[in-house]
């Protein structure tokens, strides 16, 4: 395959993947593949790769127009209020926007200076990724992140966002009952002008080999592999909500049902300021990234690889283009050439304080997203990770679990292993009641608590 690396545009050390990443003695994934195959047949893939390719070349031109201006933005108080259909239907189309003045700015600015505060009461007692220039901060409990995660504006918009979702498998009024969020506890990002990222490149979280080895997640895309990407529907729920991203143990993969990831800020962020990159479609980006592994380029002198028809049906070998079993997946120029990525991941719009930027997460499929390389900005970029989540049972039994280990002070399930090397995890010991003002659970609301899961 002509090599589409080297564009100037294309950040040097984010990672490619070649053909030379396979593991040919990886008979797990060849056996994988093979049966999956069998089971929709050649044809239905085909069919499904090449509509698939056609699609992108109708949805990927306008983002390549609009740039940044292709994420939508919206006011909180119309989004939360009565007259917002067009709003959600533009909200499921895209995938990811921004909801502007969730969380009052005044109030967001302070929730930062109260988080500098209180690294610098615990310094050296929070862990960081990457280990010698931390960005990315393993605490899940501090103060700013549970008033912030428990604030009314955010559980309001959260009931918004669950109710985005279909989910034949319940009555009608468990669906609705769903809609009620907990709040899944994540990580926090501070970063600094002029620190360098190059930890997280395009990729798609949730699992990435999970998604065909566990039968549940698979169905999820069962009407792509029939030859259907077309009637694909990225918000039913219905076998989603009993997937397993995490069907390889590993400290990335989130074992709860996020309907959408969001990203609370608490300082402004503009574009080039070391904030998030997406390529905001949700439907064909993610068959196309579920069909690719069944296809390999046409050999040199076969036609160009910009042709779909062209690719050559792969039923035998271990290759699944970036991804491991540890991992999100991963994606990049050389092995998803058709998702054109060095012009279609746009950089977000500037945010303030208190605008949370949300993408697609689950349901089938979590947007592809980057972080970006360089923070050229004159101020910190810091945001706190507060996904929305349906009650669905299984997220209300991790809740339930999680609760118990908020009161004792240990990390949640998914973050009691922090991330090792090559897949290799090491146990995550901090006990974040411990930590210098550490909120008493007492000051949280009553409805901020059951989200957190007391009495789930
Ligand atoms: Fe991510």
Redesign the pocket.
Known sequence: MPSRIGKPSWPEGWPSFTDEDDDPKDTYLQELKGKLVAEYGADALKLAWVKTCKALEDVLPPIVEQGSDAIPIFQYDDVVGTDNAAILDEMRAKGCFIVRGVIPEAEAASEFENLEQFFAQNRGDIIGWPKANPTIFSIYNSPVQLRLRTHANQLKLQRVLNSLFTDSSVSPEEHRAQWEPILYPDALRIRRPGQEFLG?GP???GGSISRYADYSYRMTYDKIFSGEPENFDPYDMTHRRDANPAFFPSGVHCSALRTF?GWTALTPCGPGEGGLMLLPDVKVVMAYNMLRPFFRAPPPGDGDWEEAEKWVLDDSTSSFPGQRRWD?QLLSPVSHPHLRLEETLVSCPLVRPGDIVTRKISSAE?LC?AVEPQHTGKTPASVVYIPAAPSTPRNKAYMTQYWKDLVAGIPPDDYKLLDGVNGDSIANTQNERDMVGALSLDRISVEGRRALGEGC
Request: charged letters at 10%; hydrophobic letters at 40%.
């Open positions: 997280l990729h798609i979280d990831q999100s979590l997203h």
